[in-house]
């Protein structure tokens, strides 16, 4: 320690944690000379050296500034303007620090300030205990901001599964079609070893992928019979509604893309755009595909629930036309490889707008 070497060294040392500390210890004992950093806890070096300027006792003690924080021009004259006698930039070499401070007691009275020396290191004590300090401040802020950012995560993620419940709500024979799609759309996601946060991205906008559905009459939602020309025309439409109300909300995932896009298809024969290929999100192609296999394997008013072979021979057929082929594969392993299952295979839930398929 810094300390134990000026001891040696034949002078009588006493130390402070802060700055606070250090001024009652200057005004106790009034020493020779006083040591101090820039930056430190409670009170920093300019503020220590203001409040020794204005005691009548302590103000022609000489002052030394060592510290590892740069001075510019300006911090070096506002430092001397206060009685800063030496700047010493840290680190450095003990003798040459000895040196400096042995010329200073024995030079201190003159009129003119010694010159800046500006050297290279050695740390204090104090100066660790001071940055153990502010390390341990900065990560008790990060882990609030984090605990936030969880907190608001969630309440993210619960208002969209209300939202999805509530467009579910007009038509109870739709109950858990999002959800499932959700589920299925995040295993294909995984097996495509996609990036968590796209990932998460792709189950959120699967979740509430057909929010538009809520401005389609209930009882259309709800017909068992084959829809007109209007009809399909209203159901199509959801697409378009559902990107309008989720395009104005700042998600931190493509919610609106995907409901916006989830009916495009690859030779561009899909709605409401007609987009081709790379032209549809990632993130759109995978919910297609998982909206298409849930339907298939969920009752619906007009037809009974398909076997799970029926939806995959589906989408093996429409492999690189309707369906995006890396898509198609994932989804074909989890189910044939891997013995994935929706919960709604020969359930009788029901999504009506597939009829518009």
């Known amino acids: 320690m810094q300390s134990l070497i000026f001891s040696s060294h034949g002078y009588e040392v006493m130390t402070a944690e802060n700055g606070v500390d250090a001024m009652e210890y200057i005004r106790q004992s009034r020493p020779d000379l006083i040591i101090t950093d820039v930056l430190m806890p409670k009170m920093d070096g300019y503020e220590l050296c203001r409040r020794l300027k204005t005691d009548k006792t302590l103000k022609d003690i000489p002052i030394v500034f060592y510290s590892a924080h740069y001075l510019d021009p300006q911090d070096e004259k506002m430092a001397r303007d206060l009685g800063v006698v030496q700047l010493i930039q840290k ?17 201190f009275g003159k009129s003119e300030f010694l010159p800046p020396v500006w050297l290279f290191k050695e740390d204090l004590d104090f100066e660790r205990k001071h940055e153990q300090r502010l390390t341990e401040m900065l990560y008790k802020k990060l882990g609030e901001l984090e605990q936030t950012r969880s907190m608001l995560k969630n309440a993210l993620e619960g208002t969209i599964a209300t939202v999805a419940l509530a467009v579910e709500a007009r038509d109870p024979s739709t109950s858990g079609h999002q959800r499932r799609v959700a589920t299925l759309a995040e295993a294909i996601a995984r097996e495509m070893k996609l990036e968590e946060k796209q990932v998460e991205g792709i189950r959120m906008g699967a979740t509430i992928h057909d929010i538009g559905k809520i401005q389609i009459p209930a009882e259309i939602l709800g017909k068992p019979a084959k829809l007109s020309d209007i009809e ?23 919610v609106a893309q995907i409901a916006y896009q989830h009916h495009e298809r690859m030779d561009g024969s899909g709605y409401p755009q007609g987009l081709k290929g790379d032209e549809i999100s990632l993130e759109a192609r995978i919910v297609a595909v998982a909206d298409v296999v849930e339907a298939m394997l969920s009752h619906r008013p007009y037809r009974e629930a398909q076997a799970v072979e029926v939806a995959l021979e589906e989408i093996k057929q429409r492999r690189g036309t309707l369906y995006d082929p890396l898509v198609v594969d994932a989804c074909l392993s989890l189910f044939q490889l891997k013995n994935f299952r929706l919960e709604s295979e020969g359930r009788r839930d029901t999504d009506a707008g597939i009829r518009a398929q």
Not at 91 to 107: H, N
Not at 233 to 250: C, P
């Open 91 to 107: 680190p450095m070499d003990t003798a040459e620090f000895l040196r400096i401070i042995d010329g200073i007691v024995q030079q």
């Open 232 to 254: 399909i025309h209203l159901v199509q439409e959801h697409t378009t509604v559902g990107y309008n109300i989720l395009k104005v909300v700042a998600f931190p995932w493509p």
